[in-house]
T-cell receptor
Framework: DAKTTQPPSMDCAEGRAANLPCNHSTISGNEYVYWYRQIHSQGPQYIIHGLKNNETNEMASLIITEDRKSSTLILPHATLRDTAVYYCIVSEENSGGSNYKLTFGKGTLLTVNP | NAGVTQTPKFRILKIGQSMTLQCTQDMNHNYMYWYRQDPGMGLKLIYYSVGAGITDKGEVPNGYNVSRSTTEDFPLRLELAAPSQTSVYFC????????????????FGPGTRLLVL
């Protein structure tokens, strides 16, 4: 079962910021939050990840609440090409303690409108 | 670098036929994965490999087999195709150090669309 909850869909106007929420209330202390997106008919693409501090890269910003139970992915100036399904994923640990599995839920379909 | 490549892009199979989906990566990644994605759903892990000669089952392994004889290649074999295996198959790879408690970025291929009739 996915360990995250996301809204099934969101709309955003082109040029405006898109804020995609994710709840992960059962996250443990050493689990990371990852964001991937999947543009129609393509393979998923990595966006950003974080543990407890806010993160920013050339694609997006990730804001994680202090209790780590939720996070928000921010696309600062959404374009039509940002229309995609966005997946929020909490990494899983195996018994050996190393993380390598990703569990994809249904994600949020973000539609950027002109 | 070409990244992760998959062949074929699309295939139609008859029930009971077999085929191999090919996946190759040129990034010297030690971890490789096979996922399937049914319409409107998220990705489900079929098999994964943490290095050449080592494979393990994921969430939905029934009906599939894999091998990892080299670092670069991770083929997925369907022995007796069934309509339930109609899906889009994605291969991915990543580099991970086993004692690091962090997932490394997974890089995905473009996918193989499989239709079983």
């Amino acid at each position: 079962d996915a360990k995250t909850t996301q809204p099934p869909s969101m709309d955003c106007a082109e040029g405006r910021a898109a804020n995609l929420p994710c709840n992960h209330s059962t996250i443990s202390g050493n689990e990371y939050v990852y964001w991937y997106r999947q543009i129609h008919s393509q393979g998923p693409q990595y966006i950003i990840h974080g543990l407890k501090n806010n993160e920013t890269n050339e694609m997006a910003s990730l804001i994680i609440t202090e209790d780590r139970k939720s996070s928000t992915l921010i696309l600062p100036h959404a374009t039509l090409r940002d229309t995609a399904v966005y997946y929020c994923i909490v990494s899983e640990e195996n018994s050996g303690g190393s993380n390598y599995k990703l569990t994809f839920g249904k994600g949020t379909l973000l539609t950027v409108n002109p | 670098n070409a990244g992760v490549t998959q062949t074929p892009k699309f295939r139609i199979l008859k029930i009971g036929q077999s085929m191999t989906l090919q996946c190759t990566q040129d990034m010297n990644h030690n971890y490789m994965y096979w996922y399937r994605q049914d319409p409107g759903m998220g990705l489900k892990l079929i098999y994964y490999s943490v290095g050449a000669g080592i494979t393990d089952k994921g969430e939905v392994p029934n009906g599939y087999n894999v091998s990892r004889s080299t670092t670069e290649d991770f083929p997925l074999r369907l022995e007796l195709a069934a309509p339930s295996q109609t899906s889009v198959y994605f291969c991915a790879s990543s580099y991970a150090i086993s004692d690091r408690r962090r997932q490394e970025t997974q890089y995905f291929g473009p996918g193989t669309r499989l239709l079983v009739l």
